[in-house]
């Protein structure tokens, strides 16, 4: 088996601190500046932020100028939309359009979607008729992301995998590559009892964004590190398709474990952690 040189860009989402902050009472929002130093002190350059923070005006203002005296890079947000419901999937859509523009003028390039599920607590499985007004619209949604010059990276989490992966499948079987990415989440996929390589054989070289964190046991380490899902054969099959996007380390703890005073140690350590697995020089 011949395997293709590939140098990858790490980046690093925000969602632990989102963790950390509520578990204080608090709104990342407020504390932005503070997240983003230790983002950079971590050694890290390329944030992944959420699209909903552009809905504030003073946030976006605050965002910008911030980013900017850190020479920090923004180029992809996430956000949760709810597209399987034919009375709001028009709103969910007029939202990403709308956010996605103010996010450009920092150089923003992927939106990082996640289909919101029926119920974020119970195991309920969206219909076949929901599924395929959630497919419409991402396809509709990626379609007008690229005439802004961006693109769609469909996130999931475990609920996706439910069902032999039922979800997640409809979505790559049922969307246009032409418009339609993926960000595959590995920890998520490991959590929905599905094989991360066998996920990643199906969307091939559709795949453009990674998510990266691992568990142990089935519960979230304070960094990277070997655990339930195996890197090294992710990184083997990444190679394989060539791929080239970021991935991105995003730290997640269990609810017992906030808050949690060094985060940014802990990204410091999965920094190297993932550039020692993936070959990154």
């Keep these: 088996m011949t395997t293709k040189s590939t140098q990858y860009q790490i980046a690093t989402q925000t969602y632990v601190w989102i963790q950390n902050y509520q578990s204080q009472n608090k709104q990342i929002t407020d504390h932005l500046d503070t997240v983003l130093d230790e983002i950079q002190q971590a050694g890290i350059s390329i944030v992944e932020g959420w699209l909903d923070w552009f809905a ?12 900017q005296q850190r020479q920090l890079q923004l180029p992809a947000l996430y956000h949760n939309s709810l597209l399987h419901d034919p009375d709001k999937v028009n709103v969910s859509l007029d939202e990403v359009y709308e956010l996605a523009g ?8 992927f939106i990082v979607c996640n289909p919101i599920p029926i119920d974020w ?13 959630q497919a419409d619209a991402l ?5 007008g992301l690229q005439k802004m010059g961006m693109k769609l990276a469909v996130h999931h989490h475990d609920a996706e995998m439910r069902n032999a992966a039922k979800e997640f499948l409809h979505i790559v079987d049922n969307t246009n590559p032409q418009y339609v990415g993926f960000c595959l989440d590995f920890d998520w996929i490991s959590r929905g009892k599905q094989s991360p390589l066998d996920m990643l054989y199906r969307v091939g070289d559709r795949l453009i964004h990674a998510h990266i964190r691992n568990s ?15 890197y090294h054969l992710i990184h083997k099959q990444l190679q394989e398709i060539d791929y080239k996007g970021m991935l991105v380390i995003e730290l997640a703890y269990e609810k017992d474990m906030l808050p949690v005073a060094d985060i940014g140690k802990h990204l410091e350590h999965s920094l190297k952690y993932v550039k020692s697995v993936f070959e990154i020089t």
């Excluded at 396809?139 to 379609?143: A, D």
């Design 56 to 67: 504030d005006p003073q946030v976006r203002d605050q965002l910008k100028l911030w980013i």
């Design 102 to 109: 103010y996010a450009q003028e920092l150089g923003t390039e």
């Design 121 to 133: 607590t119970q195991p309920i499985d969206k219909s076949d008729a929901q599924l395929k007004i």
């Design 139 to 143: 396809n509709t949604l990626g379609e």
């Design 216 to 230: 142990n046991n089935g519960r979230w380490t304070f960094a990277v590190e070997d655990g339930d899902t195996d």
